[in-house]
């Protein structure tokens, strides 16, 4: 079945570090792609999306790019803040079947001033 | 504006007992899911509306679960004769029409004892 892995957390960085969070997927068909987070406290947020291959998403210096022969969809940003601290989801959805998102298992990100 | 809203925030009840779960969604969204997050899981999907109808449950667990939705407005997630297991976030999201992005509420915190 459909299904999304991205790496094990937590994941604990200095300010201004460099931050990836690897995100693969398994699919029939061609699935959107999604970066969503969760702040403390706070309801899950779409952060950026792709919907066809070699499509980058970009938001709030947060960076993924749809690869198609990899089938990954990786996280990243150049220079990360104590504000960034938060829960990162990747999630896939179907293109032209279910509505439904399938989403990863989460990585939870800690940034230290 | 308001986001999605849902209630109660935080609910604790005993194995066996019937409980019900709200979800408000943005007004005007015609689209709305129930997903479920499990300590230390991805968010897995329950049920998807259409307006009122339900095109893909799918993702309930067993026929203890049901839900239903008024119009294009509120939903409740029901869960009869709960069991420890059912301990989870219960989240809702709502879209302007599916498959456009998911707007998600804080969640209801289950737990079962």
């Known amino acids: 079945g459909d299904s999304v892995t991205q790496m094990e957390g937590p994941v604990t960085l200095s300010e201004e570090a460099f931050l990836t969070i690897n995100c693969t997927y398994t699919?029939?068909?061609?699935?959107?792609l999604f970066w969503y987070v969760q702040y403390p406290g706070e309801g899950l947020q779409l952060l950026l999306k792709a919907t066809k291959a070699d499509d980058k998403g970009s938001n709030k210096g947060f960076e993924a790019t749809y690869r198609k022969e990899t089938t990954s969809f990786h996280l990243e940003k150049g220079s990360v803040q104590v504000s960034d601290s938060a829960v990162y989801f990747c999630a896939l959805r179907l293109q032209g079947g279910s509505e439904k998102l399938v989403f990863g298992k989460g990585t939870k990100l800690t940034v230290n001033p | 504006g308001a986001g999605v809203s849902q209630s109660p925030s935080n609910k604790v009840t005993e194995k066996g007992k019937d409980v019900e779960l709200r979800c408000d969604p943005i007004s005007g969204h015609t689209a709305l899911y129930w997903y479920r997050q499990r300590l230390g899981q991805g968010l897995e999907f329950l049920i998807y509306f259409q307006g009122n109808s339900a095109p893909d449950k799918s993702g309930l667990p067993s026929d203890r679960f049901s839900a239903e939705r008024t119009g294009e407005s509120v939903s409740t997630l029901t869960i009869q004769r709960t069991q420890q297991e059912d301990s989870a976030v219960y989240l809702c999201a709502s879209s302007v029409t599916s498959p456009e992005t998911q707007y998600f509420g804080p969640g209801t915190r289950l737990l079962v004892l």
């Open positions: 699919a029939t068909g061609y699935p959107s």
